[in-house]
């Protein structure tokens, strides 16, 4: 595509519910990027896959945050159990390769809120 | 210890003038990257300049020019003649490492700019 895509752009859920947040990255693009933006606040690395490569899961905040990447294209952030500190924008990017000189290409993402 | 300061929450501009938003960064790697993001009220990160830093000159783009003082480990991003749409949040991020490593990106906490008519 054009661009890239995330769905849905606005999510609200119960607390103690799993969540599914979707990335379609430009195509071509072999890196993705997951981010994490509370209100008012920076952006928090989440993790980052590279084509084939195992994902760094670094920034991950807890066991009930996973994410996978199908075919090397689209990924899913799945979160297990929310609960309201998990409120906040995520945000996912790619770039075309392992070289970030021109920065990455974000999404306009998912707000999330937890009630 | 934040890799990424940003000591400016706020900063207002009158229209056509131009401003300067404050980076400073703290890295041992002796290549990294430095980058501008800006994100208006809409969400969307859009990539403004990229500066790294074996380059012997300032980058520039467009009305975006970043001012790269290594030794000080400070990168400030110079836009000149304002304009209305410059309005947004401005954030500065950091790449260590070079160029052609993944990796992720540490970004600071990021300088709302306001444009005034």
């Known amino acids: 595509g054009a661009g890239v895509s995330q769905s849905p752009s606005n999510k609200v859920t119960e607390k103690g519910k799993d969540v599914e947040l979707r990335c379609d990255p430009i195509s071509g693009h072999t890196a993705l990027y997951w981010y994490r933006q509370s209100l008012g606040q920076g952006l928090e690395f989440l993790i980052y896959?590279?084509?084939?490569?195992?994902?760094?899961k670094s920034g991950l905040p807890s066991d009930r945050f996973s994410a996978e990447r199908t075919g090397g294209s689209v990924s899913t952030l799945t979160i297990q159990r929310t609960q309201q500190e998990d409120s906040a924008v995520y945000l996912c990017?790619?770039?075309?390769?392992?070289?970030?000189?021109?920065?990455?290409?974000f999404g306009s993402g998912t707000r999330l809120t937890v009630v | 210890a934040q890799k990424i300061t940003q000591t400016q929450p706020g900063m207002f501009v009158q229209e056509k003038e131009a401003v300067t938003l404050d980076c400073t960064y703290d890295?041992?790697?002796?290549?990294?990257?430095l980058f501008w993001y800006k994100q208006p009220s809409s969400g969307e990160m859009i990539f403004l300049i990229y500066q790294g830093s074996y380059d012997q000159q300032n980058a520039t783009e467009g009305r975006y020019s970043l001012n790269f003082q290594k030794a000080r480990k400070s990168a400030n991003l110079v836009i000149s003649a304002s304009q209305l749409g410059d309005s947004a949040m401005y954030f500065c991020?950091?790449?260590?490492?070079?160029?052609?490593?993944?990796?992720?990106?540490?970004f600071g906490p990021g300088t709302r700019l306001s444009v005034l008519p």
């Open positions: 896959f590279q084509g084939n490569s195992a994902p760094d």
């Open positions: 890295t041992s790697d002796p290549s990294y990257g």
């Open positions: 991020a950091m790449r260590e490492g070079p160029d052609n490593y993944g990796q992720n990106f540490v």
């Open positions: 990017a790619s770039s075309q390769d392992r070289s970030n000189r021109y920065g990455y290409t």
